[in-house]
């Protein structure tokens, strides 16, 4: 593990070269990671920096920062938007960093991200709340990565009878109240769903659907940069999601959640992400592209 510090878009930070991927953390907001790159593109950062854009909360103008962050589920203000603007610790043992938040006192939690080396391809990102309070808490963990550029995200929903003909349903999908199901970012297929950032449309869109199997991807230009999850039984947020994407003119965000859980005093939730980026062919949108050109460089 190669470990240097750089100053990049205003943000100091500690950046991590591990197993082919290097990593931004940053030092004085978070935890955040605002930096991901293959060692082969090292410029070529896949995470949106955005440090002007935020929103004005209760608590003061919460900044989106941009990158991957942690958040609880389900989403509610101002709890989800509490500050993240203050210095965090930051402790590396052996191949293993850990980033360690600031105690949220309103909201009884207390945030960390662990990152680490998975065999020699690709990195476990596993995300950790606590609750520091004296009653239990139901959430779940909720990993949101602020993307670059103009690709698209592709999420899997391969059918799966679940009863022996077939009759009961066996996928769903998730809309807020302003995504219209026309939008032209939005395309649905019998096996895949797919979201795309597009500059010129203003109007949010947002989807949510469980996953099948446990991957998604954010491709851009011949590079894609894949999730795998595992689904654990349990109760989902957002009428049972593991997958969301969010997106608007500004931003695309490709988020995961684990299963919801009470939480009772000094006890911890963990949800993994494993990273990883993949050279390509340059991919569209389209059923035929993925299946032939992508889904066989993921090895499960």
């Known amino acids: 593990m190669k470990i240097e510090e750089k ?3 205003g943000f100091n930070m500690k950046m991590v070269s591990i ?3 290097i990593i931004g953390i940053a030092t004085e907001v978070g935890p955040r990671i605002l930096y991901l790159a293959s060692e082969n593109k090292r410029e070529e950062n896949l995470f949106g920096i955005y440090p002007e854009l935020g929103i004005e909360t209760v608590e003061g103008f919460w900044r989106v920062y941009g990158g991957h962050r942690l958040w609880s589920a389900p989403e509610a203000k101002p ?5 993240d603007d203050k210095p965090v610790r930051i402790e590396i043992e052996g191949e293993c960093v850990t980033i360690y938040g600031n105690p949220e006192r309103e909201n009884s939690i207390r945030k960390e991200i662990v990152i680490k080396p998975l065999g020699n391809d690709g990195v476990q990102v596993i995300h950790r709340i606590q609750n520091i309070g004296r009653w239990p808490i139901k959430l779940g963990c909720w990993g949101l990565s602020l993307m670059e550029g103009e690709g698209f995200v592709v999420i899997p929903i391969k059918p799966s009878k679940v009863d022996k003909e077939g009759l009961l349903p066996d996928r769903h999908i998730t809309i807020w109240p302003y995504t219209d199901l026309g939008d032209e970012r939005l395309k649905l297929t019998s096996d895949y769903i797919f979201v795309s950032k597009n500059s010129e449309v203003t109007k949010p869109l947002k989807i949510g659907t469980m996953a099948n199997p446990g991957w998604s991807a954010y ?3 011949e590079t894609a940069f894949i999730k795998e999850f595992s689904r654990i039984e349990g109760e989902y947020p957002d009428f049972n999601c593991n997958v969301e994407v969010y997106t608007n003119a500004n931003m695309l965000e490709f988020e995961t ?3 919801l859980m009470l939480l009772d005093p000094l006890a911890i939730i963990e949800h993994t992400e494993t990273w990883k980026i ?3 062919s340059s991919l569209k ?3 035929t592209d993925i299946k032939d050109k992508l889904e066989a460089l993921i090895v499960k």
Do not use: F
């Open 219 to 221: 491709v851009i230009g």
């Open 257 to 259: 959640l684990s299963p």
């Open 19 to 21: 197993n082919g991927l």
């Open 285 to 287: 949108p389209e059923p």
């Open 79 to 83: 709890r989800s938007y509490s500050m």
């Open 278 to 280: 993949i050279k390509t």
């Open 7 to 9: 100053k990049l878009n």
